[in-house]
């Protein structure tokens, strides 16, 4: 059990390897634009006229109120530069502040890709993003990344994963998690799933608050202020996605699979792992994809990134005794970079020390995350 | 018969096999079932959380067919309790989907036209 001896490791530094396992690029359209491929011809005519994370005219993300508005007016990011760009050198000297060593690559407006409604921009951008981060990450960086796969493009995903799936710098296939219509669950998506299995690549699922009203229409007709919808949008989405996928056999069929959650902290964890099986036991009827409780293909191919843990200050113990319930083998520290719900290491740490085996926090910061990925020092 | 066999009901009792008899047994309830001319004996209680599980309905199992295509095996022998559906074989008293859980079984032999069931091992 995790819990079963305390931590010898008192400081941060006694860490070898920290690993941000949820960092975010800023994928805006000018970046994009040069990498797509000119067999887009259409989209790329289209395309050129956009400008930003174009918000409306391609993406359509829509919040309450402005999304980091007046708390973080002008400086998304730390060291934002003068010119406003934020690139992965920019990125380094957060990192270097907040002694992480490596950081795993997600897309930013990337995530929003299934609101593209015009299918040519889809498999644009996807094409896109996935030619650009793989030249954003020069030989001697302390990077990974994800590549975008589009829900709503099965097909076409399973051919980018064909593309770039063996490059060495791509460890998992990102799926935009929030407002998935059909939920990842349905056969639909079997393509990606069955393509990213094939190149040993994890999927991960993160979600963006702007495109949960897509799921969730109520988020989008009724939240009054970008705090409501940000509240229970990461969650509403996890919970949803993760009873579709289990439900409906995904873990199943595809056994070699393993599954990422991000940016919805860990809390929630536990608390559908008894509900899911909990349900399993009860409805045999409608039981007829999953073939054990759905703890264990949680403890056998999901892994869940620590970023937001909410506020856990007010108990030392809380937060070992949820990771110990969830089994620390599963969890990744995720900073989020540079996003300003971020948790710097010290966050996680500081919680966690006390409670649980120096080999269990060396895991959750760092090491789990390298096991996953495969990869190593730099 | 020996002194642990404990005559329960008669051959008779049963008209057809999806009928279940419930009886008293040294102060424990114990449900006896007739499938396909078997008798199985199994504790009148679910070891989730002590409902009175051989009274709820006895169903078949659901299942997948290679094609994808949901079916419904009417071929199982599963007893459901009455108070959370929790699902148990009535061949084996495992749960039909963890047999951690598990309710106990007896032994249960037809002889003379009386039925007859050991506590004991």
Redesign the interface.
């Known amino acids: 059990m995790a819990s079963a001896e305390p931590a010898t490791i008192r400081s941060l530094d006694e860490l070898d390897l920290i690993v941000d396992a949820d960092s975010h690029v800023w994928d805006t359209m000018e970046d994009l634009y040069p990498y797509i491929d000119d067999k887009y011809s259409w989209a790329k005519r289209m395309l050129d006229t956009v400008s930003g994370h174009a918000p409306s005219t391609v993406f359509k993300r829509t919040t309450p109120t402005p999304e980091y508005g007046i708390r973080h007016r002008g400086r998304i990011h730390l060291y934002r530069d003068e010119d406003e760009s934020y690139d992965l050198d920019v990125k380094l000297r957060e990192m270097d502040d907040y002694g992480i060593d490596f950081g795993i690559l997600d897309p930013g407006a990337g995530l929003d890709i299934n609101t593209v409604t015009n299918t040519q921009f889809v498999d644009a951008i996807m094409n896109g993003y996935n030619s650009w981060i793989l030249d954003q990450i020069g030989d001697d960086m302390p990077f990974k990344a994800t590549m975008l796969a589009a829900p709503d493009r099965p097909r076409q995903s399973a051919a980018e994963i064909e593309r770039v799936g063996d490059e060495d710098d791509i460890v998992a296939v990102s799926i935009p998690a929030s407002g998935i219509e059909p939920p990842p669950g349905d056969r639909k998506y079997d393509p990606i799933y069955e393509a990213a299995e094939a190149k040993g690549l994890p999927v991960t699922f993160h979600g963006s608050v702007g495109s949960t009203p897509q799921a969730w229409p109520t988020v989008g007709r009724n939240a009054e202020t970008m705090a409501e919808a940000h509240t229970v949008g990461h969650p509403l989405s996890a919970m949803w996605n993760l009873t579709t996928l289990i439900f409906r056999g995904v873990p199943e069929r595809f056994p070699d699979l393993e599954f990422v959650y991000q940016e919805c902290g860990l809390a929630w964890i536990p608390y559908m792992m008894w509900r899911l099986d909990d349900h399993y036991l009860e409805n045999e009827e409608e039981m007829v994809m999953v073939e054990k409780l759905p703890s264990e293909y949680i403890s056998e191919q999901f892994y869940f990134t620590t970023q937001p843990l909410g506020h856990t200050a007010a108990n030392q113990k809380h937060l070992g005794q949820i990771v110990d319930m969830i089994g620390a083998d599963s969890i990744m520290y995720s900073c989020d970079l540079p996003h300003p719900d971020h948790d710097p290491p010290q966050e996680l740490f500081d919680r966690i020390k006390g409670s649980l085996s120096e080999e269990a926090v060396r895991g959750i910061m760092g090491e789990n995350a390298r096991e996953l990925y495969g990869f190593g020092t730099v | 018969m020996d002194d642990d066999a404990h005559h329960v009901a008669d051959v008779s009792d049963f008209a057809d096999d999806t009928q279940r008899i419930i009886v008293d047994v040294d102060g424990r309830e114990v449900a006896i079932f007739r499938i396909d001319g078997e008798y199985h004996a199994l504790l009148n209680y679910c070891v989730?959380q002590g409902g009175p599980l051989c009274q709820g309905p006895m169903?078949g199992?659901?299942?997948?067919a290679d094609d994808?295509t949901?079916?419904?095996d009417d071929e199982s022998h599963?007893v459901?309790c009455p108070w959370?559906?929790?699902?148990f074989d009535i061949e084996t008293g495992e749960?039909?989907?963890?047999s951690r859980y598990t309710v106990p079984k007896y032994q249960v032999e037809a002889t003379d036209g009386g039925i007859y069931v050991r506590l004991s091992e």
Do not use: P, R
């Open positions: 989730h169903t199992q659901s299942g997948v994808g949901w079916i419904y599963l459901s959370h559906a929790w699902k749960n039909v989907h963890d």
